[in-house]
């Protein structure tokens, strides 16, 4: 049996997606969500794009294109990538924010073993996002 002390994994570097258009993901990804540019290179060779974002805790996503990319299906629930959650101190003020940009949350609801509210919204490519809120120590 492996223990916490014993995995040489100390956590998640990037998670990777492909955009069916670049231009709208990359919209939506710095703009609506507000990552961080870390670099953006286009591969002739491949006529594909590769955007490096950032988020605080130092993790980052790697926003890909690729030309006719097939379709992932993601709802009804299938195999693979279930959904991409981030981490917020408070959920009101991303909703508002996403909102502003009509992007459409469902519902908060609570997370029935750990008691933290949730909510989840989509990309411009329908990949499932959650936004899962753990207030600020002494908040």
């Known amino acids: 049996m492996t223990h916490d002390h014993d995995t040489p994994l100390l956590g998640v570097h990037h998670v990777a997606l492909i955009g069916s258009d670049y231009a709208r993901s990359r919209a939506f990804y710095t703009e609506v969500l507000g990552l961080r540019v ?33 379709p992932r299906p993601s709802r009804p629930e299938a195999q693979g990538l279930r959904h991409l959650a981030f981490r917020v101190a408070a959920l009101e003020p ?25 909510t989840f919204f989509a990309d411009p490519d329908g990949l499932p996002l959650e936004l899962y809120e753990i207030p600020a120590e002494g908040g």
Request: net charge negative; glycine share 4%.
């Open 38 to 70: 870390l670099d953006e290179n286009y591969r002739a060779a491949r006529d594909s794009w590769k955007l490096d974002l950032a988020l605080p805790d130092g993790s980052q996503l790697e926003l890909f294109s690729f030309p006719h990319a097939p």
């Open 94 to 118: 991303m909703i508002a924010r996403l909102a502003a940009a009509d992007v459409a949350c469902e519902a908060i609801r609570t997370d029935e073993y750990t008691g933290r509210r949730f």
